[in-house]
């Protein structure tokens, strides 16, 4: 599924050899678009009605209350973070520039805050706090959501392959990357446990072969440099042991949700709303079960890469009806 992806992007891009260093290029030249913060908040409004009223008028109070920093200001942290407060309503700073991306990040943030918020009004103060197992499930989730809500109302071919692209980024480097980045930890781990030496030249070799492997050089998807060993020490999420890994469940886990939200309706949301309210009340794989997702089956992986399938069938739709000519 990933080299299908790079083989849609190298066409996109026009490039007779796809290298590593293209693969997060834009498939499409300039989506000039802005959104002002009401139009942000009305999409991101609209996008996540399936979750049904309570949802709906807690998202109403988080933007109405001014829960969010909305802009950037001198000295204040770039990026976007969310800080819960058991006490009160979660604060999230942004740093909002008009941009899609910027609409997206609301969204995701929203998504943890709300997924605290819920769980510190059924939760007790102990068992309010989600294990990072389930942290990034209700922000994909949210973002999930938003791009199906603007697919759907998107007529501009070109701008809905910026959409389509865009989510591909997004799960393509939350499964697939992360995955690659957990094997990269587990081989650490195995190695060092079979009393072999951990040297800086095995770990760049590990990890040159790894990133090759997984972006099929050798089939001739993607060129990787002999430069790209090193990309390892940049990667702070190596020094805390196992964290990885939880990434790409999450995703896995939010794909699997968002489709049965979607297909169920009320009866999905029902659940998932179980899901938002539990914390830490239980093991993560149990409270998944309890909101329908069962990560011990394949199904739950299944349901999710079919909603990737479809993604990249639609890519390749409007490929063809554009002939490559219009992007």
Not at 97 to 118: D, R
Not at 180 to 195: N, R, V, Y
Not at 258 to 275: H, I, T
Request: hydrophobic share 40%; with cysteine; proline share 4%.
């Amino acid at each position: 599924m990933l080299h299908r992806f790079l083989k849609i992007k190298k066409q996109l891009l026009g490039q007779e050899t796809l290298r590593y260093e293209d693969i997060h290029a834009p498939v499409v030249k300039s989506i000039n678009r802005k959104y002002s913060f009401s139009e942000a908040e009305m999409l991101i409004k609209s996008s996540q009605k399936p979750l049904g009223n309570d949802y709906s008028e807690s998202l109403n109070k988080a933007f109405a209350d001014h829960w969010m920093d909305i802009y950037p200001n001198k000295g204040k942290t770039s990026n976007a973070h969310m800080i819960n407060v058991y006490s009160d309503h979660p604060f999230i700073l942004l740093d909002y520039n008009g941009s899609f991306g910027s609409v997206a990040t609301i969204t995701h943030e929203l998504g943890h805050g709300l997924n605290s918020y819920f769980a510190v009004k059924k939760q007790p103060k102990a068992m309010a706090e989600y294990p990072i197992f389930l942290a990034e499930i209700p922000s994909a989730f949210n973002e999930n959501l938003l791009i199906e809500f603007l697919l759907k109302s998107e007529k501009d071919d070109q701008s809905k392959l910026y959409l389509l692209d865009w989510c591909l980024e997004s799960v393509m480097g939350s499964v697939f990357d992360n995955t690659l980045l957990a094997e990269f930890e587990l081989t650490m781990h195995k190695h060092i446990e079979s009393g072999q030496p951990l040297t800086a030249e095995w770990l760049d070799q590990t990890y040159l072969a790894l990133v090759r492997q997984y972006y099929g050089q050798q089939q001739g998807i993607c060129e990787v440099g002999d430069y790209i060993q090193n990309e390892w020490i940049g990667i702070p999420h190596l020094l805390f042991n196992y964290c990885i890994y939880q990434y790409s469940i999450g995703r896995i886990a939010s794909l699997a949700l968002s489709d049965m939200v979607l297909q169920e309706g009320p009866r999905g949301a029902k659940r998932y709303m179980v899901f938002q309210s539990a914390g830490g009340s239980d093991y993560p794989l149990e409270t998944l079960r309890k909101a329908g997702v069962d990560l011990s089956h394949p199904d739950a992986a299944n349901a999710a890469f079919s909603s990737v399938n479809s993604i990249l069938i639609e890519m390749e739709k409007l490929i063809v009806r554009n002939n490559n000519q219009n992007f």
